[in-house]
């Protein structure tokens, strides 16, 4: 897919005004597919889906390098996060869960493949994000078989400090779908596992023992969802994300 330069010149102005700009000459040129790449997840960002779609769409076919970057996100990681928002747009124009899925699973092969640390988002909220389409699509079975192969992952971003996302996703889909079902003292103590793979400061392993000694589940559980909204240190600071393994 092409798009006319008339069209692409005015969506790189768009994303490079407003409230949010991205300079106009780190995403001006069409024919480098990771301008595009940007100049798409920046639309979707900003609300533009049927536009985002039109951008990404041109992304779609390209074989990232999978060459470790000197600096910043390497190919592969652009366009994990193109198809990501992809499914998510696909889903969300047509509720067609087997079209959106071919977008999810590129992305979460893409993952598996790529040997040099996350600079955007953790792996496993990929996967994660795989999972809530399938549960909202009513696939339990696939959500299932997903959640015990996340739950056992051997890749673990940083061992030395027992950081999984794989695991830590598995177990937070868990105590999210529980908490739903109203069963709130087994989704409160899903989630305090599930923070047994999560990369933890100093303050957050205080925030962590707060939430422990909280006799009230429900105050728990909400507590633990208020720690999994902050990123205390990245996921991948040290160290190749294929390195030993702690089981």
């Not at 040129?29 to 997840?41: A, E, P, T």
Request: charged residues 30%; contains cysteine.
């Amino acid at each position: 897919m092409e798009l006319d330069m008339k069209e692409w010149n005015a969506y790189v102005d768009f994303v490079s005004g407003g409230e949010w700009p991205i300079p106009r000459g780190f995403v001006s040129d069409y024919n480098n597919w990771l301008c595009r790449s940007v100049v798409g997840r920046a639309l979707y960002f900003r609300e533009k889906v049927e536009e985002a779609m039109t951008v990404l769409s041109t992304v779609v076919n390209i074989e990232p390098s999978m060459e470790k970057p000197n600096s910043g996100m390497g190919e592969v990681e652009h366009k994990i996060l193109c198809m990501r928002d992809l499914a998510k747009i696909v889903w969300q124009l047509t509720e067609n869960s087997d079209a959106a899925l071919k977008f999810w699973d590129e992305a979460v092969r893409l993952c598996d493949m790529w040997p040099y640390n996350f600079n955007s988002v953790a792996r496993g909220e990929i996967s994660y994000g795989r999972l809530v389409m399938l549960w909202v699509a009513g696939k339990y079975d696939l959500v299932e078989s997903q959640l015990k192969e996340m739950a056992a992952s051997e890749r673990f971003e940083m061992p030395e400090y027992n950081v999984n996302s794989y695991r830590y996703f598995a177990y937070k889909f868990r105590a999210e779908t529980e908490y739903n079902a109203k069963n709130v003292h087994k989704a409160a103590l899903i989630f305090e596992e599930a923070f047994k793979y999560y990369p933890m400061s100093v303050e957050a392993r205080r925030e962590e023992t707060k939430a422990k000694a909280m006799t009230d589940m429900e105050e728990r559980y909400n507590k633990f969802l208020q720690m999994s909204k902050t990123q205390y240190i990245q996921w991948e600071v040290v160290g190749e994300a294929r390195g030993p393994v702690r089981g």
